[in-house]
């Protein structure tokens, strides 16, 4: 029969949970760090590009492509590899993209940043995949859709991380701000 549900109390309900399981917990709070300090990096590109490679908007659409080409590789390999330890390839993409972003920061060499954008792309589909995959194997039925409700809110937090970001690199310069990143 039909049931009636209050919303709030389903929402609490959903933050409860989540709060109760310290897997779960962690495994979000890993996705929306990564969230508000990864992301804000292909927002930051075309200032990469302009001032500091001295490039133009073929180079910017060639560095978003390897990007591409690296997201596409780690939503294979997260696909091919299946429950293969996941949580260590999960915190390793993580560990990898942040290297990255600091090698961006100290080597600004547009050759250099082709393969570490394909590296950030590889790590962060990677990433989005066993993050998801993770949270989905430890929830209990009842709450899948509250929990990856929660997990896909991250992405609309993302401004959290561009704002900040775009007033650094005024401040600090692009270079810094990633490596901060």
């Not at 929306?32 to 200032?47: E, Q, R």
């Not at 780690?74 to 999960?90: D, E």
């Not at 290297?99 to 990433?127: C, D, H, K, N």
């Amino acid at each position: 029969p039909p049931q009636k549900s209050n919303v709030m109390a389903e929402i609490w309900s959903g933050l409860s949970y989540v709060r109760g399981n310290s897997l779960v917990l962690v495994l979000l709070v890993v996705v929306f760090v990564t969230m508000i300090l990864l992301h804000p990096f292909v927002f930051l590109l075309p200032v990469l590009v302009t001032k500091v490679f001295l490039r133009e908007s073929g180079a910017y659409g060639l560095l978003l492509s390897m990007l591409g080409l690296g997201s596409l590789l780690g939503s294979l390999a997260a696909a091919w590899l299946g429950k293969w330890r996941r949580g260590m390839l999960l915190m390793g993409g993580n560990v990898a993209a942040g290297a990255a972003l600091l090698v961006i920061a100290f080597v600004p060499r547009y050759s250099v940043a082709l393969v570490i954008t394909a590296i950030v792309g590889l790590s962060e589909a990677g990433r989005r995949a066993l993050s998801q995959a993770l949270i989905m194997e430890q929830v209990d039925d009842e709450y899948h859709g509250r929990v990856i409700s929660l997990y896909t809110m991250t992405f609309g937090l993302m401004p959290l991380g561009i704002l900040p970001a775009g007033f650094a690199v005024d401040t600090f310069g692009i270079e810094r701000t990633i490596g901060v990143l």
